[in-house]
């Protein structure tokens, strides 16, 4: 046996190969949620999202866009807020999200953050985006940058999304799209259809499995209850 004495051997489990190999698979569409970052009335990100919605529609997705205009800031509101409540009922819906932001000022924009804040990490005890998927896009004004999509990426990951391997970013996005609001053909738009494609791919693949794909050996030992209350201890 390896020599790992710090291991409890009562949590540890060897790796259930069947289960993750050949999971019971749903038969409904993949149900991805969309997000953009910009209230402009010709917003480039709201456009890429619809485009990125066509295309999932086409792969064989359901799929829903949340629109930000009148959610207030975080904390300057009730979790009750009519927008929030909107917000967290399609996280808890999807399957998957796609995120799409404007750079601006070499971030995300507050709208995309805003939104991200009233996702919580937990919520009366469900955790309501740790295994789910997202693709992460952005739009710049300007020469191609990367700066949102890798600001996104540090945020799926806190909050426990499998954020898949591709991306996209698109710069002068105004000259990308034509008067109808349409993408038009360049390589821009075939990186989004890259994007949706194995989003979906993705999904599909972990979407019966996330409950074992996340199963932990340390929560496995200490109970939600236990570390619920371990981290939220009044400091001394």
């Not at 949590?11 to 209230?39: C, K, N």
């Not at 993408?183 to 693949?205: G, Q």
Request: proline share 7%; with cysteine.
């Amino acid at each position: 046996m390896p020599d790992t004495p710090n291991l409890d051997e009562r949590h540890v489990q060897p790796i259930d190969t069947d289960r993750l190999l050949s999971p019971e698979r749903a038969t409904h569409a993949p149900r991805i949620l969309l997000l953009y970052g910009s209230l402009r009335e010709r917003s480039f990100s709201r456009l890429m999202t619809e485009e990125a919605t066509r295309i999932l529609t086409r792969f064989g997705a359901e799929t829903r866009t949340y629109s930000p205009s009148g959610l207030p800031l975080p904390d300057d509101a009730d979790a009750d807020h009519p927008k929030v409540q909107e917000l967290r009922d399609l996280v808890a819906w999807s399957e998957g999200m796609v995120w799409c932001s404007p750079e601006r000022h070499g971030a995300m924009t507050g709208i995309m953050k805003t939104q991200i804040d009233w996702i919580p990490l937990s919520l009366g005890g469900v955790r309501p985006t740790q295994g789910k998927t997202l693709a992460v896009m952005q739009v710049s004004g300007g020469s191609q940058s990367f700066n949102a999509v890798n600001q996104l990426r540090i945020l799926g990951r806190w909050m426990r999304l499998m954020t898949i391997p591709n991306q996209s970013s698109t710069p002068e996005a105004f000259l990308e799209f034509d008067e109808a609001g349409r993408m038009k053909p360049s390589p821009f738009y075939d990186r989004v259809v890259n994007v949706m494609e194995e989003l979906m791919k993705f999904t599909i693949l972990t979407r019966d499995n996330k409950a074992y794909l996340l199963d932990r050996y340390s929560e496995r030992k200490e109970s939600a209850a236990d570390l619920s209350k371990r981290v939220n201890q009044k400091a001394i």
